[in-house]
């Protein structure tokens, strides 16, 4: 393994791992409280701990398809501002 292949961009990879596990979480998530209802059992306090999870799982693979798309919502001044203050504290 060369030194070009342990810097090459890996942003595609990671693209699609995050648009498979935004599906699977869906997924698993809905066919868990399909059963239950199929069942007839109530949803215990753990299935409702699933929904803020999976809101979690959600953000965090937002979060890396932009990063790797770089899309900011942020101004880039806002950024300069922001290393101009930290470089005042250091």
Not at 48 to 60: C, E, S
Not at 61 to 89: D, G
Request: aromatic share 12%.
């Amino acid at each position: 393994m060369s030194d070009s292949d342990l810097y090459a961009y890996r942003g595609h990879t990671v693209i699609v791992c995050s648009v498979v596990f935004i599906i699977l979480c869906t997924v698993s998530l809905a066919l868990r409280f399909i059963s239950h209802h199929i069942g007839g059992r109530t949803p215990n306090y753990e299935d409702w701990l699933m929904i803020p999870a999976w809101a979690l799982m959600m953000g965090l693979c937002a979060t890396l398809i932009c990063s790797k798309l770089k899309i900011m919502f942020l101004p880039p001044s806002w950024l300069t501002n922001m290393l101009q203050v930290s470089n005042w504290l250091i």
